[in-house]
């Protein structure tokens, strides 16, 4: 059964920040509310469906008392009885927690593991992987900090992906990614594995960190591109270290305003998952039916290039698919893992 004292406390706390916002005159008042509304939005269109279907449910079995309008009333109960459980279903789920952060934007890392020049490859390919799926999705890609390998890899890269609801979409993209392919390096024909870790973090903002000026070492130094090129004659690259987590940031673009700029954002995020974590660990035991537990050492996807096939092994899903995924079309993956999350804590609640 779903309580409906909590329906009837939802319905009550919409109606009062719709009546806040026609009051409201602070523009910060005003971004505020109008967040929560926006976000109980949809839990509301769910209780109203609900409501809306069960008052008709009665009604009509009412009906079937009446002698001439009993075989139209049977028609319509059957019709709602039959839509009834997809309407519950979906009031359940609109009334699962929801991550805060989701509708935030996101600090991608990705950073090549076991196997060298091809993880590096492999580190690049998966950058341009998720710049393509964000560009498709209408997001923007601001890289924060880049280290070039060799032949076109990459050591590490740290980017900004900006957009409504990035979060939710790539958060469960976090973990080790293995790639199956002969390597442009083998002369043999031999297939190698290698493997590259990435990262999500939900973008934090100033109020979700604190960050006390005695805690952050900043150094500065001389920025240069791949191979030494490009070497900038100023010291215009900045190194943040957080002392009391060990975590170390770098920006190495030209300005060192703005290298300072996006390595606290980098920092901030890094600090406000750390926190998550912790809260996640907290309660990890509900979190063993969840999609992935956000290990960083978990392997997650294997792409396999000779057979065309990419697996994800939380939810045992196989695409034979492999260069849509590499050009970006990630939204058949990404979908089977929200909705596997969505069973998971479903199953959960009502355990």
Not at 104 to 111: C, H, N, Q
């Amino acid at each position: 059964m779903i309580p409906s004292e909590r329906l009837t406390e939802i319905l009550e706390r919409s109606a009062y920040l719709e009546a806040r916002l026609a009051t409201a005159g602070e523009p910060a008042e005003i971004a505020a509310l109008s967040r929560d509304y926006a976000a109980l939005g949809p839990v509301v269109a769910a209780i109203r469906d609900w409501q809306r279907a069960t008052g008709d449910l009665s009604a009509a079995r009412a009906m079937l008392a009446d002698p001439e309008l009993r075989e139209l009333a049977r028609e319509e109960v059957a019709q709602i009885e039959a839509r009834l459980p997809g309407l519950e279903q979906a009031l359940r789920l609109a009334l699962l927690p929801r991550d805060v952060a989701d509708e935030r934007a996101a600090i991608l890392e990705i950073r090549p593991g076991t196997g060298g020049d091809e993880a590096a490859l492999f580190a690049a390919d998966l950058f341009r992987m998720y710049a393509r799926h964000a560009e498709s999705r209408g997001w923007s890609v601001e890289v924060l900090d880049e280290s070039p390998g060799e032949l076109g890899g990459l050591k590490e890269i740290v980017a900004a992906i900006r957009g409504r609801g990035v979060f939710a979409r790539l958060k469960f993209e976090s973990g080790v990614h293995r790639v199956q392919r002969v390597p442009v390096t083998e002369s043999g024909g031999r297939i190698h594995t290698s493997a590259a870790t990435v990262a999500v973090l939900p973008e934090a903002e100033e109020i979700d960190v604190a960050i006390r000026p005695e805690d952050i070492r900043i150094d500065t130094m001389r920025a240069s591109g791949a191979g030494g090129q490009h070497v900038n004659t100023t010291d215009s690259a900045v190194r943040l270290t957080h002392l009391p987590t060990g975590i170390v940031v770098t920006a190495s673009e030209k300005s060192q305003h703005q290298n300072r700029a996006r390595a606290m954002e980098v920092l901030r995020a890094r600090l406000f998952d750390l926190e998550r974590r912790r809260a996640d660990a907290e309660r990890a035991a509900t979190r063993k039916g969840q999609v992935g537990s956000g290990d960083r050492s978990e392997r997650i996807r294997t792409y396999n290039f000779p057979q065309g096939r990419v697996t994800d092994h939380r939810i045992g899903l196989t695409l034979y698919k492999l260069d849509q995924v590499m050009a970006g079309d990630l939204d058949e993956i990404t979908d089977a893992l929200i909705e596997a999350d969505h069973a998971a804590r479903l199953a959960e609640a009502t355990a």
